[in-house]
């Protein structure tokens, strides 16, 4: 649930409805409701009445893959109502279905006007940011068709055209015009006494440029019978522990979300691939960093993630310097979008490439793959895709003029480009942000990782030895480099980033805890991080916080200074195991786990930072992803860290 919506997500489409089943239009805030494909609001309305009212709700939508909810007419004690109704919702692949069944309570004839009104303004989803941007849109114009079984609305604005088909069966009686620009699909149903008539809506939308034969699934149960097919493939085979069934539950939800969350996307040859999304509401696309840690997560349980997401990304890496400079050749795409904003150039989001870390962990991810999987075509596929990330890092990254990877806010984009990347994530303990460009913690442990394992695959499948020994170098100087700019003594611990002059920022952060997952520091410096990490003011009883409490810069709602995020989690618990600190490991899933026991087994995008000693419940933070593939895949990575079987 966001929120004030149930979210239903089937691949590139989710749809957020209300407890009644409604959706309303709502714009702004954390959670907008509607029917959305492809970064594009197909249904803005979505409005059950009866009899001209509202109805009343006896049961809401509850949490599943589809929203069901019991409704009554309006009354009171002395007159039982009615009727009732049965709502039932499910989406499909670019498509969304309702069942209704009105149940007469009487034992005479009863006569019930029920009528549905739909709209579809075709927003998109960077317009419903509560960040108080506006975007012109010239020329842009809507239109609305009444068809022989309901209503088709399309959008336009120049060579930009969507669509949205709604169909009932039965037909309606009437499609009304309502002088707000919706359409109301209305009925007049004759019930025999304690009789039933059931009717089903059929939404269709068609985002620009889509020229697929799809078709909507004929009900909500059939919608459900497809996820579940793909769900169950995900699930099969995996092997989850029989001695702890919490875990074996977070697996198996984080799985069930993984397959849901697969999106269409291109490899180099344009062959059709499904890659994980990034998340919804906001982020049901290709994020680069977000498709490369799911992928790495689920590695060992399902390798099929990462042998398509690595072509996915080859597919979009850049081959040249944009107009902006944040495009530089090499370099792996941050994010992809499809909306009309973005067609147009109004958001820098079609490919946007403000990242540092994509990059490193494109090549963690083809040598991990190679290693885990003994299949070296991938490698030898994508080696010129490799070498060209390598030569980014080396050059445009800055390892070789500046020692380091360094990013530079950008102006239009983001501030900062590493997984912190909210404005002032990075920060010092008392809360100033750097000047300068920024040499953030975490990435220089990617790259360390990426050169090694980049040398492992010219050594043995690409056979160039000088080559590998030329990582090798770059990876031993990277790593003697960084202990000596980046270790506080006074703390026994890394800063979380240098600024443009070189100083530390000494924020002591859950970055640290990426250096282990990469191998960065050496095993004593490691050693004393990671059971720093699990110290009270770090380690919440969930887990282990991004800001460690008491800093002035620590906040438990903040989204990057002291909130709890299962993917970190999970790479500091793969950290500590390769430090042999597997108490601490199991601690930190532990957390996790319960906290995922208290939603459904789902682990949410982030959590607040309240302490477990004085909630006992996980907090949620309240802007967070309901689904998101980082998070999904995170019991994956702790049944790998704490070695259960």
């Given at each position: 649930m966001t929120d004030r919506h149930h979210l239903l997500v089937h691949g590139r489409t989710f749809a957020a409805v209300g407890y009644r089943g409604d959706i309303s239009g709502y714009r702004g805030g954390s959670a907008p409701d509607g029917l959305f494909v492809r970064d594009a609001r197909h249904l803005s309305r979505w409005q059950l009445t009866v009899d001209g009212a509202v109805p009343d709700t006896l049961t809401p939508v509850a949490d599943g893959d589809t929203a069901r909810c019991v409704l009554v007419p309006r009354g009171g004690r002395d007159e039982p109502p009615a009727y009732t109704l049965f709502r039932e919702q499910a989406v499909g692949d670019s498509s969304f279905v309702e069942s209704l069944r009105v149940t007469s309570n009487r034992p005479v004839p009863t006569t019930v006007h029920l009528a549905v009104s739909a709209d579809a303004d075709f927003t998109d989803q960077f317009e419903l940011r509560s960040d108080h941007r506006t975007y012109t849109k010239a020329g842009a114009v809507r239109s609305r068709q009444v068809l022989a079984h309901g209503v088709e609305f399309v959008y336009r604005r120049g060579e930009w055209r969507s669509v949205t088909t709604v169909t009932a069966d039965p037909r309606p009686d009437a499609v009304e015009e309502t002088g707000t620009g919706a359409r109301r699909l209305a009925w007049t149903l004759d019930l025999e006494p304690h009789g039933t008539a059931e009717l089903t809506l059929r939404v269709m939308a068609r985002p620009h440029g889509d020229r697929r034969a799809l078709r909507v699934p004929r009900s909500p149960a059939a919608a459900q019978e497809q996820l579940r097919a793909r769900e169950d493939e995900f699930v099969r085979d995996v092997t989850f522990p029989a001695g702890w069934p919490e875990l074996a539950a977070a697996c198996t939800r984080g799985l069930a979300d993984l397959a849901a969350l697969q999106v269409p996307a291109t490899g180099p040859d344009g062959e059709d691939l499904r890659v994980p999304a990034a998340g919804a509401p906001w982020f049901l696309t290709l994020l680069g960093r977000d498709a490369l840690l799911t992928s790495l997560f689920a590695l060992p349980y399902r390798p099929g993630l990462a042998a398509a997401t690595l072509p996915a990304l080859a597919a979009t890496q850049a081959g040249g310097t944009g107009a902006d400079e944040i495009a530089q050749p090499g370099k792996i795409v941050h994010e992809v979008r499809h909306g009309e904003l973005a067609h147009f150039?109004?958001?820098?989001?079609?490919?946007?490439?403000?990242?540092?870390?994509?990059?490193?962990?494109?090549?963690?991810?083809?040598?991990?793959?190679?290693?885990?999987?003994?299949?070296?075509?991938?490698?030898?596929?994508?080696?010129?895709?490799?070498?060209?990330?390598?030569?980014?890092?080396?050059?445009?990254?800055?390892?070789?003029?500046?020692?380091?990877?360094?990013?530079?806010?950008?102006?239009?984009?983001?501030?900062?480009?590493?997984?912190?990347?909210?404005?002032?994530?990075?920060?010092?303990?008392?809360?100033?942000?750097?000047?300068?460009?920024?040499?953030?913690?975490?990435?220089?442990?990617?790259?360390?990782?990426?050169?090694?394992?980049?040398?492992?695959?010219?050594?043995?499948?690409?056979?160039?030895?000088?080559?590998?020994?030329?990582?090798?170098?770059?990876?031993?100087?990277?790593?003697?480099?960084?202990?000596?700019?980046?270790?506080?003594?006074?703390?026994?611990?890394?800063?979380?980033?240098?600024?443009?002059?070189?100083?530390?920022?000494?924020?002591?952060?859950?970055?640290?805890?990426?250096?282990?997952?990469?191998?960065?520091?050496?095993?004593?410096?490691?050693?004393?991080?990671?059971?720093?990490?699990?110290?009270?003011?770090?380690?919440?009883?969930?887990?282990?916080?991004?800001?460690?409490?008491?800093?002035?810069?620590?906040?438990?709602?903040?989204?990057?200074?002291?909130?709890?995020?299962?993917?970190?989690?999970?790479?500091?618990?793969?950290?500590?195991?390769?430090?042999?600190?597997?108490?601490?490991?199991?601690?930190?899933?532990?957390?996790?786990?319960?906290?995922?026991?208290?939603?459904?087994?789902?682990?949410?995008?982030?959590?607040?930072?309240?302490?477990?000693?004085?909630?006992?419940?996980?907090?949620?933070?309240?802007?967070a992803c309901v689904r998101e593939s980082r998070s999904a895949s995170a019991p994956l990575a702790l049944l790998t860290a704490v070695g259960v079987v």
């Amino acid at each position: 649930m966001t929120d004030r919506h149930h979210l239903l997500v089937h691949g590139r489409t989710f749809a957020a409805v209300g407890y009644r089943g409604d959706i309303s239009g709502y714009r702004g805030g954390s959670a907008p409701d509607g029917l959305f494909v492809r970064d594009a609001r197909h249904l803005s309305r979505w409005q059950l009445t009866v009899d001209g009212a509202v109805p009343d709700t006896l049961t809401p939508v509850a949490d599943g893959d589809t929203a069901r909810c019991v409704l009554v007419p309006r009354g009171g004690r002395d007159e039982p109502p009615a009727y009732t109704l049965f709502r039932e919702q499910a989406v499909g692949d670019s498509s969304f279905v309702e069942s209704l069944r009105v149940t007469s309570n009487r034992p005479v004839p009863t006569t019930v006007h029920l009528a549905v009104s739909a709209d579809a303004d075709f927003t998109d989803q960077f317009e419903l940011r509560s960040d108080h941007r506006t975007y012109t849109k010239a020329g842009a114009v809507r239109s609305r068709q009444v068809l022989a079984h309901g209503v088709e609305f399309v959008y336009r604005r120049g060579e930009w055209r969507s669509v949205t088909t709604v169909t009932a069966d039965p037909r309606p009686d009437a499609v009304e015009e309502t002088g707000t620009g919706a359409r109301r699909l209305a009925w007049t149903l004759d019930l025999e006494p304690h009789g039933t008539a059931e009717l089903t809506l059929r939404v269709m939308a068609r985002p620009h440029g889509d020229r697929r034969a799809l078709r909507v699934p004929r009900s909500p149960a059939a919608a459900q019978e497809q996820l579940r097919a793909r769900e169950d493939e995900f699930v099969r085979d995996v092997t989850f522990p029989a001695g702890w069934p919490e875990l074996a539950a977070a697996c198996t939800r984080g799985l069930a979300d993984l397959a849901a969350l697969q999106v269409p996307a291109t490899g180099p040859d344009g062959e059709d691939l499904r890659v994980p999304a990034a998340g919804a509401p906001w982020f049901l696309t290709l994020l680069g960093r977000d498709a490369l840690l799911t992928s790495l997560f689920a590695l060992p349980y399902r390798p099929g993630l990462a042998a398509a997401t690595l072509p996915a990304l080859a597919a979009t890496q850049a081959g040249g310097t944009g107009a902006d400079e944040i495009a530089q050749p090499g370099k792996i795409v941050h994010e992809v979008r499809h909306g009309e904003l973005a067609h147009f150039g109004q958001v820098p989001y079609g490919r946007y490439y403000g990242s540092v870390d994509a990059t490193p962990l494109f090549l963690v991810l083809l040598g991990a793959y190679t290693e885990h999987t003994g299949d070296t075509g991938p490698a030898r596929r994508l080696e010129p895709h490799a070498r060209a990330a390598v030569t980014w890092m080396l050059d445009h990254g800055g390892l070789t003029s500046r020692g380091y990877l360094v990013y530079r806010a950008d102006q239009g984009g983001l501030a900062n480009q590493n997984w912190k990347d909210s404005p002032g994530a990075i920060c010092s303990a008392e809360g100033t942000r750097p000047h300068g460009p920024v040499t953030a913690a975490g990435a220089q442990g990617y790259a360390y990782d990426a050169l090694r394992r980049t040398a492992g695959l010219a050594r043995t499948v690409w056979q160039d030895a000088t080559y590998a020994h030329l990582l090798e170098q770059a990876a031993g100087d990277l790593r003697e480099r960084f202990q000596r700019d980046f270790w506080m003594a006074e703390h026994s611990f890394p800063a979380l980033a240098l600024d443009g002059r070189g100083k530390q920022v000494d924020a002591l952060a859950s970055d640290a805890g990426h250096l282990l997952w990469s191998g960065l520091l050496d095993k004593e410096y490691g050693e004393l991080v990671g059971r720093r990490l699990l110290e009270a003011d770090f380690f919440s009883g969930w887990g282990v916080r991004t800001l460690a409490a008491g800093q002035p810069a620590y906040h438990p709602l903040s989204y990057h200074r002291g909130s709890v995020w299962p993917h970190d989690n999970a790479l500091i618990a793969l950290g500590l195991a390769r430090y042999g600190l597997h108490d601490e490991a199991r601690a930190i899933a532990h957390g996790l786990v319960d906290a995922a026991g208290a939603t459904g087994h789902r682990l949410p995008e982030v959590l607040a930072g309240y302490g477990r000693d004085t909630h006992p419940e996980p907090v949620p933070y309240p802007h967070a992803c309901v689904r998101e593939s980082r998070s999904a895949s995170a019991p994956l990575a702790l049944l790998t860290a704490v070695g259960v079987v």
